[in-house]
């Protein structure tokens, strides 16, 4: 079992940055991500790192995020810059154990096997 753990969340104005960041307790992973989900809506891909080190990015992102790891540290981040209103959501880490392609495992939470408990980002215009 992995444990994911994410902190960097918080309150800004639009077009202000937050980085988020998310620490796995082990190494049973092939594959990370960042997922969003508003109360009533479906669970949304913002960008994937996966096995082979390729990484893409939900349409929304439109060059304003940034997904990077580090593994010594175990750590995924999730640079984001000129924030939006519509960003407001609860931000989740993921991990899971497939080689799947970083554009496929966008649209596939499923394939996710590890989740943290979620980091509010609220964006005010």
């Known amino acids: 079992q992995v444990q994911m753990t994410e902190s960097g969340g918080g309150s800004v104005q639009s077009g202000g940055s937050l980085r988020l960041s998310c620490v796995a307790s082990?190494?049973?992973?092939?594959?990370m991500g960042w997922f969003r989900q508003a109360p009533g809506k479906e669970r949304e891909g913002v960008a994937i790192?996966?096995?082979?080190?390729?990484?893409s990015y939900g349409d929304f992102v439109k060059g304003r995020f940034t997904i990077s790891q580090d593994n010594a540290k175990r750590t995924l981040y999730l640079q984001m810059d000129s924030l939006k209103a519509e960003d407001t959501d609860m931000y989740y880490c993921?991990?899971?154990?497939?080689?799947?392609?970083?554009?496929?495992?966008?649209?596939?939470?499923?394939?996710?096997?590890?989740w943290g408990q979620g980091t509010q980002v609220t964006v005010s215009s």
């Open positions: 082990g190494y049973l992973y092939n594959h």
């Open positions: 993921a991990a899971g154990r497939g080689v799947g392609d970083a554009w496929a495992l966008l649209q596939a939470p499923a394939d996710f096997h590890y």
């Open positions: 790192a996966d096995f082979h080190g390729n990484k």
